[in-house]
């Protein structure tokens, strides 16, 4: 079968991988795909968001399987736009329908769908412009760290942990009257903080069967120890160390299935992966958000520890038949680490070149930003390179990973030496 991937990260690079590697595979393509997607399968021109042109490319190439990588495409209807074309319907779309995707899309929806079906989360209230006086009121009521977040999508960086009352109410001022990120923060959802460790829980659904895929915990700061800036994510380690037994049974009992449950009593069609972005306070685990795709870089450390061929899984997806699969894991943990272009994930230049990636061996790189410019391969984002290794346990893979960081580099290379202190 044919299949297209939309998206060009890191993500987009690893399905690509574990597509190409399936014999019911035939031609993969990538739409925009980047330098590393272009090595395994044939990159398009098409933005993720261009659906007419996606629909020509789709007929065209006589595309049997759509695999929606990035959130954008899915909250803008991209499954609805497919199953409501004639042409296009009968297309397997992996990531769903719009309603679904609105638990990405808007913070608030998301915390309306946790407390409708009694599924562990912070407090909240939220505000717009015109209540932000009511906003203020509200963050007295609460006691620091202060948690703002952006209703809708803001590329990862509308979440803002505050731990000063007047810094709180003056960004809550710039999101909503000053519209600092934008429409994003039409609307801010303010939280009660919670104080433990995030881990992330990824699930792929065909809106009745799950299957829970390999957890994974992530690094989301630029600077070494959890400090400053959020990113994208700076690296990932896969399974988490500190997940036991009654951890597991309660996040399966309490968050798992009271979502997919959710999924059917609100009737919202969902064929695809849910992230689930988990905090654990005092031994209990608590939903902090959704995302309606793979997390990237997680997607770099859970992918490669699936061994069941992904067109299995992805068809049985379509046609509601997950709970017929196996779900065969490696047992090894995998870690990744990302390298980023200086001064990300504020200002950074394009462009770089990258050299050496030819002498790294027994680890698996993922292109996030590149591009190819003159025959060479060249940064093209903030987060450029992910370097993933397999190993007995969390510091046997890191090791391998950091060993072979130092064997390609480009200009302003930067990347966290210390992935897993907290482990």
């Keep these: 079968m044919n299949i297209l991937i939309l ?28 330098a590393g997607t272009q090595q395994i399968a044939k990159n398009v021109n098409i933005s993720v968001n261009d659906f007419e042109a996606i629909k020509d490319f789709v007929i065209t190439e006589n595309i049997k399987m759509l695999v929606v990588g990035p959130e954008d495409p899915l909250v803008n209807g991209i499954h609805d736009f497919f199953l409501s074309d004639a042409q296009l319907k009968e297309v397997i779309v992996i990531g769903p329908e719009k309603l679904g995707a609105t638990l990405e899309g808007s913070k608030e929806f998301t915390k309306e769908f946790l407390f409708r079906h009694n599924i562990p989360t912070a407090a909240y209230q939220s505000f717009t412009a015109d209540t932000v006086e009511e906003g203020y009121a509200f963050l007295k009521t609460l006691t620091a760290p202060y948690v703002l977040k952006a209703d809708g999508l803001a590329a ?28 994003a923060s039409a609307k801010v959802v303010i939280e009660e903080f919670l104080d433990g460790i995030e ?32 990113t994208g994510g700076m690296g990932a380690v896969s399974p988490v160390p500190f997940l036991d037994t009654e951890m597991l049974e309660k996040i399966e009992t309490r968050i798992v299935k009271p979502t997919i449950n959710g999924f059917q009593k609100d009737n919202m069609s969902y064929k695809g992966f849910v992230f689930i972005g988990l905090i ?7 939903v902090i958000e959704y995302n309606v795709r793979m997390g990237d870089p997680e997607t770099e450390v859970v992918l490669p520890r699936i061994k069941t061929d992904l067109v ?10 997950l709970n017929e699969v196996d779900l065969d894991l490696d047992e090894r943990a995998a ?19 990258i050299t050496g990636l030819e002498n790294v061996t027994d680890s698996l790189i993922f292109h996030a930003g590149t ?20 190993g007995k346990d969390y510091k046997e893979c890191l090791a391998t990973s950091y060993k072979n960081v130092k064997k390609f580099n480009f200009d302003g290379m930067y990347y966290r030496t210390d992935l897993g202190f907290d482990l």
Excluded: W
């Design 280 to 286: 654990r306070v005092n031994n209990e685990p608590f």
């Design 312 to 321: 299995t899984l992805f068809k049985a997806v379509g046609n509601q038949t």
């Design 335 to 353: 870690c990744t680490v990302m390298t980023v272009s200086g001064g990300y994930p504020e200002a950074y230049q394009k462009g770089k070149e």
């Design 7 to 34: 998206g060009s990260g890191g993500r987009e690079h690893a399905f690509a991988l574990k597509l190409a590697q399936s014999k019911q595979c035939s031609n993969l393509f990538v739409a925009p795909g980047n």
């Design 371 to 390: 591009t190819t410019k003159d025959g060479k391969i060249v940064t093209n984002g903030g987060r450029v390179i992910a370097v993933t290794s397999f």
């Design 199 to 230: 881990m992330s829980c990824f699930v792929l659904t065909d809106g009745k069967n799950y299957k829970i895929l390999p957890y994974a915990k992530d690094y989301k700061r630029i600077g070494e120890g959890d400090k400053g800036l959020n």
């Design 156 to 183: 990862g960086k509308g979440v803002l942990i505050i731990n000063d009352l007047q810094e709180a109410k003056d960004s809550l001022k710039e999101m909503l009257v000053d519209a600092k990120f934008g429409a």
